[in-house]
């Protein structure tokens, strides 16, 4: 079974910081690439960013790109989105994913899902 498990989502002011990490299993880590999606309310699901299984490609949405960072630890089998310069706009709740395939910018796309963090930035 598959589980993916956000945290570090919260209530902060505009250009703060949070960085959310999402905990996996050693297999789902070790064998699936990874993504994060995030929505707002009355709105899709919409791509964030992106990382391969072994790390070293990466993809970012344009409305995030140079303020947001993916990264993995492997030894604790984490994905990490750091986020800076929060703006309004980035208020929503922010999913983790999982996929056997790079790349894909659809949510469709992806099998596996946490259950989700909220992200509230005031103006």
């Known amino acids: 079974q598959v589980q993916l498990v956000e945290s570090g989502g919260g209530a902060v002011q505009a250009g703060d910081s949070l960085r959310l990490s999402c905990a996996t299993s050693g297999r789902t880590f070790s064998t699936k690439h990874m993504a994060w999606f995030r929505q707002a309310p009355g709105r899709e699901r919409e791509f964030v960013a992106t990382?391969?299984?072994?790390?070293?490609?990466?993809a970012y949405a344009d409305l995030v790109k140079g303020r947001f960072t993916i990264s993995k630890d492997n030894a604790k089998n984490t994905v990490y989105l750091q986020m800076n310069s929060l703006n309004p706009e980035d208020t929503g709740i922010y999913y983790c994913?999982?996929?056997?395939?790079?790349?894909?910018?659809?949510?469709?796309?992806?099998?596996?899902w946490g259950q989700g963090a909220q992200v509230t930035v005031s103006a």
């Open positions: 990382i391969s299984l072994d790390g070293r490609l990466t």
């Open positions: 994913a999982a996929n056997y395939y790079y790349g894909s910018r659809s949510s469709s796309d992806y099998r596996y």
